[in-house]
C-alpha cells in the first residue's frame, strides 16, 4: 500500500530559503540583502529600513514554514493513519496562509533584486537557491525509499526541471510551489531583460489587473489550480502575494502602507472562512502582502532571547524543512506501529521533520553560499552560457508539458461531453452500460481488450483502482477510464502506465504505450456498489465496458 503513497498524497508547501543572518547581512527567502544595499534605486528611508534589517520577515518564514507542517501532519494522520480532522477548513487554511505569506516575501524581496542586479547573475543567484539542494534532497530520499521498498515517484525530467507543465508526478509530493517561483523567477528575468525592472510596480500593477479579471471571468475550479500549464499559470489565483508582494518596496519607501493596514489581515483571514478556496487563496493572498508589508516596514525584533533566536533558526531552517517534511510524513507513517494514535504519529512526525531540517540546514546554507562566490565570480559570458541551457530546458519542458496537457484536457472535455450524452440510468450495471452502448451505435471495435483489475484499500479514507484497456489493431488509439458508482461518475482518468507485466499478451509488445490506469477514489465512493462499472472511451466518443476480471 505504502509503495503507491508517495505520488498521490497532497501537494501542498512553502517557497523559501535561507542564509545564515550575520551583523552585515540579513537574508529571507534565499535573498542576500547586504545591510548598505538599497532595495530600490528610488527608496526612502523607510525602505532603506526595511533592507538593513529584516529579521521580521525571516521570523515571518519560520511561521509559515510551521503553518504548512501542521497543516500536511493533520493530512497525513488522516490519510495515513485514520485519525479524524478536528478542525479541517481551519487546517486546510493554515496551509494556504503560509504559502501565501512565502510568495509575498518572494515578491517583496525580488522586486528590489531585480533591479539590484544584472539579469543573468539575478537569475544565476535564483537556480543556484532552488536546485542544487533540491536535488540533493530528492536524491537522498529516493535512496532511502528504495532500500526500504517504498515507491518514490516523480523522476523524470519534466518534473524535476519544475516548469509549468500541468499535472505530474513530483519526487517529493510538494514541489508545485517551487514551479510557481521558477516561473516568477523566470518572468522577472525576461522583464529586466526588455528593460522593464525599474518600472516594476507598473509591471505588478497590470498583473494584478489582469488576476482580478481572470477571476472575474473563469469558470470555478479553474482559478486556483497547484500546478497549472505555461498557459495558465500567469492567471492563477495563487500568484496574487507575488504579485503584490512587487508593490511593498515602492508602498513602504512612499509611506502609503501605514501600520494600521496589518489591522485589515485578521477580518480578511476571517473572510476565508466563508468563501470557496479560489476567493480564499485571494483574500489570504492580500492578508499576506499586509503583513509582509507591516514587517518589513516595522520595527525589527532583534536577535535577542532564546525565543526570538528559535524563530530566526527555524526561518533559517524553512526552505530545507519545506523540502524534506512530506516524504519525512510518510516515513513516519511506515515506521510507526498502526495502533499508535493520530495524535501520537502527528507530533512524532513533526519533530522529526524538523530535526531533518536541523540535520541538513547547515549544509544547504553552505552549498549556497560557495554557489553564490562562485556565481559573483563567474564572466558575464559563462553565466549566459550556462543560462541559456537551462531556459531552453525550462521553456522546452513548459510548452511540451503544457501542449501534453492541453491535448489531455480536450480529450477529457470530448469524453464527459459523450458520457452525458447517454441516459443518466445507462450506468447503473454493466448491462444496462453494454445495451446503452450497442444502441446508440457508439461501441469500440472488438479488437480493445480491457479489464476493471481490482478496488483495494490504500489508506483508511481511499481506495486505488487499477486497470487496463488497449487495441491492438490500434495501438496509438487514446482511451480513457471513467468509473461509475450507483450510477454516478466517480473519476474520469487517462492510462498512466506502461504495464510491462502484459508484455505477453497478443499485440502488446509492438505498442509500448501506456495502458494501465491508476486511480485514487475516496473509499466511500463505491464502498456500498458491489458491482461498479467501467467504461474506456475514446476521442470519438466510443465506449467499451470492461469486465471485471485481470483476464478479459
Given at each position: 500500500m505504502l509503495k503507491r503513497l508517495a505520488r498521490i498524497l497532497p501537494r501542498l508547501a512553502p517557497v523559501s530559503d535561507a542564509q545564515p543572518a550575520s551583523p552585515a547581512t540579513v537574508v529571507c527567502s534565499g535573498v542576500v540583502l547586504e545591510a548598505k544595499a538599497e532595495i530600490g534605486p528610488t527608496l526612502a528611508p523607510a525602505g532603506a529600513r526595511a533592507a538593513s534589517g529584516l529579521s521580521n520577515i525571516q521570523i515571518l518564514r519560520g511561521l509559515a514554514a510551521a503553518m504548512v507542517l501542521v497543516h500536511h501532519a493533520a493530512i497525513y494522520a488522516h490519510l495515513l493513519r485514520g485519525a479524524d480532522r478536528l478542525l479541517p477548513t481551519f487546517e486546510d487554511l493554515m496551509g494556504l496562509w503560509g504559502v501565501s505569506i512565502f510568495f509575498a516575501i518572494s515578491g517583496f524581496l525580488m522586486a528590489g533584486l531585480v533591479v539590484r542586479d544584472r539579469p543573468f547573475v539575478f537569475l544565476s543567484h535564483r537556480i543556484s537557491?532552488?536546485?542544487?539542494?533540491?536535488?540533493?534532497?530528492?536524491?537522498?530520499?529516493?535512496?532511502?525509499?528504495?532500500?526500504?521498498?517504498?515507491?518514490?515517484?516523480?523522476?523524470?525530467?519534466?518534473?524535476?526541471?519544475?516548469?509549468?507543465?500541468?499535472?505530474?508526478?513530483?519526487?517529493l509530493n510538494v514541489e508545485w510551489t517551487l514551479v510557481y517561483e521558477t516561473s516568477f523567477y523566470v518572468g522577472l528575468f525576461l522583464v529586466a531583460c526588455i528593460g522593464l525592472a525599474r518600472r516594476i510596480t507598473a509591471v505588478a500593477t497590470l498583473w494584478l489587473g489582469l488576476l482580478a479579471t481572470a477571476f472575474l471571468l473563469l469558470p470555478a475550479g479553474s482559478r486556483d489550480t497547484n500546478l497549472p500549464p505555461l498557459y495558465l499559470l500567469p492567471v492563477m489565483t495563487a500568484c496574487v502575494p507575488f504579485a503584490g508582494g512587487l508593490l511593498l518596496p515602492r508602498l513602504i519607501a512612499a509611506r502609503r502602507l501605514p501600520p494600521a493596514a496589518a489591522l485589515l489581515v485578521l477580518p480578511l483571514c476571517a473572510a476565508c472562512f466563508l468563501v470557496e478556496k479560489d476567493g480564499a487563496r485571494g483574500l489570504g493572498g492580500i492578508a499576506a502582502v499586509l503583513l509582509v508589508g507591516a514587517a518589513a516596514g516595522g520595527r525589527q525584533i532583534q536577535n535577542e532571547g532564546a525565543m526570538s533566536r528559535a524563530a530566526l533558526a527555524l526561518g533559517d531552517a524553512s526552505y530545507v524543512l519545506y523540502l524534506v517534511h512530506a516524504p519525512v510524513l510518510v516515513l513516519t507513517a511506515w515506521a510507526l506501529p498502526?495502533?499508535?494514535?493520530?495524535?501520537?504519529?502527528?507530533?512524532?512526525?513533526?519533530?522529526?521533520?524538523?530535526?531533518?531540517?536541523?540535520?541538513?540546514?547547515?549544509?544547504?546554507?553552505?552549498?549556497?553560499?560557495?554557489?553564490?562566490?562562485?556565481?559573483?565570480?563567474?564572466?558575464?559570458?559563462?553565466?549566459?552560457?550556462?543560462?541559456?541551457?537551462?531556459?531552453?530546458?525550462?521553456?522546452?519542458?513548459?510548452?511540451?508539458?503544457?501542449?501534453?496537457?492541453?491535448?489531455?484536457?480536450?480529450?477529457?472535455?470530448?469524453?464527459?461531453?459523450?458520457?452525458?450524452?447517454?441516459?443518466?440510468?445507462?450506468?447503473?450495471?454493466?448491462?444496462?452500460?453494454?445495451?446503452?452502448?450497442?444502441?446508440?451505435?457508439?461501441?469500440?471495435?472488438?479488437?480493445?481488450?480491457?479489464?476493471?483489475?481490482?478496488?483495494?484499500?490504500?489508506?483508511?479514507?481511499?481506495?486505488?483502482?487499477?486497470?487496463?484497456?488497449?487495441?491492438?489493431?490500434?495501438?496509438?488509439?487514446?482511451?480513457?477510464?471513467?468509473?461509475?458508482?450507483?450510477?454516478?461518475?466517480?473519476?474520469?482518468?487517462?492510462?498512466?502506465?506502461?504495464?510491462?507485466?502484459?508484455?505477453?499478451?497478443?499485440?502488446?509488445?509492438?505498442?509500448?504505450?501506456?495502458?494501465?490506469?491508476?486511480?485514487?477514489i475516496p473509499t466511500e465512493a463505491c464502498g456500498s456498489d458491489p458491482t461498479p462499472v467501467a467504461v474506456v472511451i475514446d476521442t470519438e466518443g466510443r465506449m467499451a465496458v470492461l469486465a471485471a476480471s485481470a483476464n478479459p
Amino acid at each position: 500500500m505504502l509503495k503507491r503513497l508517495a505520488r498521490i498524497l497532497p501537494r501542498l508547501a512553502p517557497v523559501s530559503d535561507a542564509q545564515p543572518a550575520s551583523p552585515a547581512t540579513v537574508v529571507c527567502s534565499g535573498v542576500v540583502l547586504e545591510a548598505k544595499a538599497e532595495i530600490g534605486p528610488t527608496l526612502a528611508p523607510a525602505g532603506a529600513r526595511a533592507a538593513s534589517g529584516l529579521s521580521n520577515i525571516q521570523i515571518l518564514r519560520g511561521l509559515a514554514a510551521a503553518m504548512v507542517l501542521v497543516h500536511h501532519a493533520a493530512i497525513y494522520a488522516h490519510l495515513l493513519r485514520g485519525a479524524d480532522r478536528l478542525l479541517p477548513t481551519f487546517e486546510d487554511l493554515m496551509g494556504l496562509w503560509g504559502v501565501s505569506i512565502f510568495f509575498a516575501i518572494s515578491g517583496f524581496l525580488m522586486a528590489g533584486l531585480v533591479v539590484r542586479d544584472r539579469p543573468f547573475v539575478f537569475l544565476s543567484h535564483r537556480i543556484s537557491r532552488i536546485f542544487p539542494t533540491y536535488l540533493a534532497v530528492v536524491a537522498l530520499f529516493a535512496a532511502l525509499f528504495a532500500g526500504l521498498s517504498l515507491s518514490f515517484g516523480g523522476l523524470s525530467l519534466v518534473s524535476l526541471s519544475l516548469a509549468p507543465v500541468g499535472p505530474r508526478s513530483y519526487a517529493l509530493n510538494v514541489e508545485w510551489t517551487l514551479v510557481y517561483e521558477t516561473s516568477f523567477y523566470v518572468g522577472l528575468f525576461l522583464v529586466a531583460c526588455i528593460g522593464l525592472a525599474r518600472r516594476i510596480t507598473a509591471v505588478a500593477t497590470l498583473w494584478l489587473g489582469l488576476l482580478a479579471t481572470a477571476f472575474l471571468l473563469l469558470p470555478a475550479g479553474s482559478r486556483d489550480t497547484n500546478l497549472p500549464p505555461l498557459y495558465l499559470l500567469p492567471v492563477m489565483t495563487a500568484c496574487v502575494p507575488f504579485a503584490g508582494g512587487l508593490l511593498l518596496p515602492r508602498l513602504i519607501a512612499a509611506r502609503r502602507l501605514p501600520p494600521a493596514a496589518a489591522l485589515l489581515v485578521l477580518p480578511l483571514c476571517a473572510a476565508c472562512f466563508l468563501v470557496e478556496k479560489d476567493g480564499a487563496r485571494g483574500l489570504g493572498g492580500i492578508a499576506a502582502v499586509l503583513l509582509v508589508g507591516a514587517a518589513a516596514g516595522g520595527r525589527q525584533i532583534q536577535n535577542e532571547g532564546a525565543m526570538s533566536r528559535a524563530a530566526l533558526a527555524l526561518g533559517d531552517a524553512s526552505y530545507v524543512l519545506y523540502l524534506v517534511h512530506a516524504p519525512v510524513l510518510v516515513l513516519t507513517a511506515w515506521a510507526l506501529p498502526a495502533q499508535w494514535t493520530g495524535l501520537a504519529y502527528g507530533l512524532i512526525a513533526v519533530a522529526a521533520s524538523l530535526g531533518f531540517a536541523a540535520l541538513l540546514g547547515p549544509l544547504d546554507l553552505a552549498l549556497y553560499r560557495a554557489l553564490r562566490r562562485r556565481i559573483d565570480a563567474a564572466s558575464p559570458a559563462i553565466l549566459k552560457r550556462w543560462l541559456a541551457v537551462y531556459l531552453v530546458l525550462f521553456a522546452g519542458c513548459a510548452v511540451w508539458g503544457s501542449v501534453e496537457t492541453a491535448r489531455n484536457d480536450w480529450r477529457e472535455s470530448r469524453a464527459r461531453a459523450a458520457l452525458a450524452a447517454l441516459p443518466p440510468d445507462a450506468w447503473i450495471s454493466r448491462r444496462a452500460a453494454t445495451d446503452a452502448i450497442s444502441n446508440s451505435g457508439l461501441a469500440l471495435p472488438a479488437s480493445v481488450q480491457g479489464a476493471l483489475e481490482g478496488i483495494e484499500r490504500l489508506s483508511p479514507i481511499e481506495d486505488i483502482v487499477t486497470a487496463f484497456a488497449y487495441d491492438p489493431a490500434q495501438p496509438k488509439r487514446p482511451l480513457l477510464l471513467a468509473l461509475y458508482c450507483s450510477g454516478r461518475l466517480i473519476r474520469l482518468d487517462r492510462p498512466r502506465r506502461a504495464r510491462k507485466d502484459l508484455a505477453a499478451r497478443l499485440g502488446f509488445e509492438s505498442s509500448g504505450h501506456r495502458i494501465g490506469y491508476l486511480m485514487q477514489i475516496p473509499t466511500e465512493a463505491c464502498g456500498s456498489d458491489p458491482t461498479p462499472v467501467a467504461v474506456v472511451i475514446d476521442t470519438e466518443g466510443r465506449m467499451a465496458v470492461l469486465a471485471a476480471s485481470a483476464n478479459p
